[in-house]
């Protein structure tokens, strides 16, 4: 039997899952990586701690005797996206990486806006936003030049596990455009943008594809993690873009909604020239050629958390969830909004704060329960109506992560978002996407879309109910109403804040 290892490098730890030919998963192991805050706003990383954390992985996996070191034909990667590494002439990491969520940048992306202009939503297709790279790389520039002097190229954080493993410094694709260097309808770096900024020659590698061969395990990194020297090592992807292979993602009209602590939807593309004003991102897609747009709730799954931490730590979510389905449409009549760390998708905005709108006596825990899973589903469906604004035909969309262990929110999502919501028979999110690429790198199937349809399995379909769509129409636009509302005083509010 041959196998493929997929490694989702995430935020708080690296994931491996070992897949078999029929899209089984045979092993699977996990190891975590603390953050380094050093002061508010910074979110840093230590990217020696990516390479342990996989090596722990990797060895626990082959030690596991599913499969031979020698039966394993290809790994690939998913990854946290946007990090900064920078790296030297000899590619010694110079400083600890500034991750996606590091909020540092705001000036830079001011100057990023004033110097490019219209030429910034025309080469790369997205705003400028803190989390991106190149913000950070301008940030270091200024503030550390010293060190910035030494910098002959920079990497993202799967990027630098890959080279870590192979020895060859690349950059992949679906990554790379994130980090406001790359054209993205072009598929290249922008000669225009690395100009602008000064930018050394060399200072973006050389870009490789999702499925594209990056050469084999060096002898060291084998020894060290049990894998075999002549296994075979392929691009990877950005994690959205691994999460959408993992899901299946990779036909028009097919969407993902994914609520894990924050929530993405995203749409399939294959028109580059399709338009959205940079409200949403839009990227290169792991499928050669494709694209996809996407919108981000900041705080998702993290608001019922929040409310369940909060209201009844005592509680599991499906016992707290319990009572909210025999609930109707609007919690009788609450409405809340997902703001509680500010928001990306349809407001960057990093002053606005959640609120209950509505609250009477009769309210009990369920209703604010409900109210909050509805709340987050309406922030999801104003970044799918952006969808549908810029002309996207969205035929259904596959439901993933913790907000789809729950049958009356995957119901609610039917009805808030107008057209049928699936699940997946068995989720594994990106990982299994990595895995996918390694598979097709292989030659195990001619493109991501064969091995979706081997490795890919639907469970169950929610239909939108016509009472309830047409409720949630009337909810939805109040809900809208809600942020233009409460901006000035979430404003006026943020000096009183902690
Ligand atoms: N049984 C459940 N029912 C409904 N929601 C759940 C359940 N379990 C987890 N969640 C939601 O999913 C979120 C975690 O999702 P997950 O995909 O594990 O997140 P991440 O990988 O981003 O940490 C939680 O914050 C919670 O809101
Ligand atoms: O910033 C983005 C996408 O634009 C995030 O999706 C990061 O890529 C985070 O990854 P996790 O480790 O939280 O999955």
Redesign the pocket.
């Known amino acids: 039997m041959k196998y493929v290892i997929g490694i989702d490098l ?3 730890s690296v994931k491996t899952v070992l897949v078999n030919k029929q899209g089984d998963i045979v092993g699977e192991a996990t190891a975590s990586y603390p953050l380094i805050q050093e002061r508010p706003g910074y979110s840093e990383q230590d990217p020696e701690e990516w390479v342990k954390g996989t090596l722990t992985c990797l060895k626990e996996l082959l030690d596991g005797k599913q499969a031979a070191a020698e039966d394993i034909e290809g790994v690939s990667f998913s990854g ?3 990090g900064l590494v920078l790296l030297d002439e000899q590619n010694k990491v110079l400083r600890n990486a500034i991750l ?2 590091d909020t540092r940048t705001t000036k830079e992306c001011r100057e990023i806006e004033a110097k490019l202009g219209d030429s910034l939503l025309e080469i790369t297709r997205n705003a400028a936003l803190e ?1 991106f790279t190149l913000p950070k790389i301008l940030w270091v520039q200024k503030h550390e030049p010293e060190l910035f002097a030494k910098a002959a190229r920079f990497v993202l954080p799967k990027d630098y596990l890959r080279y870590r493993m192979t020895g060859q410094v690349a950059m992949e694709i679906s990554d790379a455009a ?1 980090t406001l260097l790359l054209n993205v309808p072009e598929g290249a770096w922008s000669e225009e943008i690395t100009a602008a900024f000064g930018l050394p020659a060399g200072f973006c590698p050389p870009l490789v594809g999702s499925t594209e061969d990056t050469g084999t395990v060096l002898p060291e990194f084998a020894q060290q993690s049990g894998l075999s020297p002549n296994t075979r090592v392929f691009g990877g992807g ?3 873009a691994c999460g959408a292979v993992g899901a299946g993602i990779v036909r028009k009209g097919d969407a993902l909604c994914s609520i ?3 929530g ?1 939807v995203l749409t399939y593309e294959e028109d580059k020239s399709k338009d959205f004003g940079g409200k949403v ?1 839009f990227f290169n897609h792991a499928h050669p050629g494709a694209f996809y747009a ?1 919108g ?1 709730t900041l705080a998702a799954g993290y608001s019922l958390s929040w409310f369940k931490d909060s209201l009844a730590p005592e509680l599991g979510f499906n016992e707290l969830l319990a009572p909210v389905g025999s609930l109707p449409p609007g919690a009788d009549g609450l409405l809340f909004t997902p703001y509680l760390v500010g928001e990306r998708t349809p407001h960057a905005d990093s002053v606005i704060r959640g609120s209950f709108i509505g609250l009477s006596g009769t309210h009990r825990r369920e209703h604010l329960a409900r109210a909050v899973m509805e709340g987050i589903t309406f922030s999801l469906a104003e970044s799918l109506a952006l969808f549908r604004e810029a002309g996207i035909e969205v035929d259904r969309v596959i439901s993933i992560g913790g907000g789809a262990k729950n049958p009356v929110w995957l119901q609610m999502q039917a009805d808030i978002f107008g057209i049928p919501v699936v699940s997946l028979k068995n989720e594994q999110g ?1 990982a299994m996407g990595a895995a996918m690429m390694a598979a097709v790198g292989s030659g195990w199937f001619a493109s991501l879309k064969d091995c979706a349809d081997q490795f890919i399995g639907y469970a169950q379909t929610y239909e939108p109910v016509p009472a309830n769509v047409e409720a949630y129409s009337r909810l939805f636009k109040l809900y809208q109403q809600v942020y233009a509302a409460t901006r000035s005083l979430n404003e006026g509010l943020q000096e009183f804040r902690g």
């Open positions: 995430g935020t708080s946290q996206m946007h996606w969520n989390g994130g950005a994690d959205n894990g602590t924050s993405v991102h996407m981000v990106p």
